[in-house]
């Protein structure tokens, strides 16, 4: 797959369709490999400026897509357009519909208690027959982490959607991918709250005319110190545009 670089993360080039048959190709493995997939946004970019290690968890994901409108239209001033938007809550809602009625389990981490328990109803509820096999809030202690992840392991799923937040999750997943018995593991931020209806999504229009960190922001004003890495984002992007640097 080509990549393209924004600003040091490298951005698989895919679309939607794409992205889903990769999956698809990993889940129908015979051999459990775990695969990890991120949907970095325009601030986790900027966060990835500011920390190697995040850096080169992205750059080391099997999959890794542009969630957001910012980051492809970075991609298009860089004059290295990407196909379009992979968003994380889209990417889950998918794998959802392509595997209801058959054998693929998913497994939910994240929220606070009792929030990924009503995901899994809900989802049940609106993509009919798909198979749950467990489910987990995403307030575990570290001391608690082997036993979560002996519980996961326990209920086999093919998918494990973590919902920890950026960078939490990555750095979550890529500590401990090797020791979790999932063919992929996505990091989906909020995807939980929307799924169990405690949050909702952007209203479509509004994704689409890349509005949805204004949505966000009106919605949780406290986001208002980390959303200032949008407009850095955006002058780092023109000044390596028309500067090189």
Request: proline share 3%; charged share 25%.
């Amino acid at each position: 797959m080509n990549r393209i670089d924004i600003h040091g993360v490298k951005i698989h080039d895919v679309n939607m369709n794409e992205a889903i048959d990769l999956i698809n190709s990993w889940i129908n493995e015979t051999e459990i490999t775990s695969h990890a997939v991120y949907t970095p946004n325009s601030e986790i970019i900027m966060q990835a400026q500011r920390s190697s290690e995040l850096k080169n968890t992205l750059n080391n994901a099997n999959l890794l897509v542009a969630d957001g409108a910012g980051v492809v239209l970075a991609s298009k001033i860089l004059k290295t357009p990407l196909k379009e938007k992979v968003s994380g809550v889209d990417l889950a809602k998918n794998l959802l519909k392509a595997y209801s009625g058959k054998d693929v389990g998913f497994y939910l981490l994240g929220g606070e208690p009792g929030v990924a328990d009503l995901a899994a109803v809900n989802i049940i509820s609106n993509y009919g027959k798909v198979k749950i096999t467990g489910y987990n809030h995403g307030y575990f202690k570290s001391e608690e982490e082997n036993d979560l992840i002996d519980k996961i392991n326990s209920t086999k799923p093919d998918i494990l959607l973590v919902g920890l937040g950026a960078p939490k999750q990555e750095l979550w997943i890529h500590n401990n991918m090797y020791r979790l018995n999932c063919k992929v593991m996505i990091g989906v931020g909020g995807s939980i709250d929307i799924f169990a209806g405690k949050v909702s999504l952007t209203p479509e229009f509004i994704r689409k005319a890349g509005f949805e960190w204004l949505h966000r922001l009106l919605r949780e004003p406290r986001r208002i110190k980390r959303m200032m890495d949008l407009p850095r984002f955006m002058l780092k992007t023109i000044k390596k545009r028309f500067i090189g640097k």
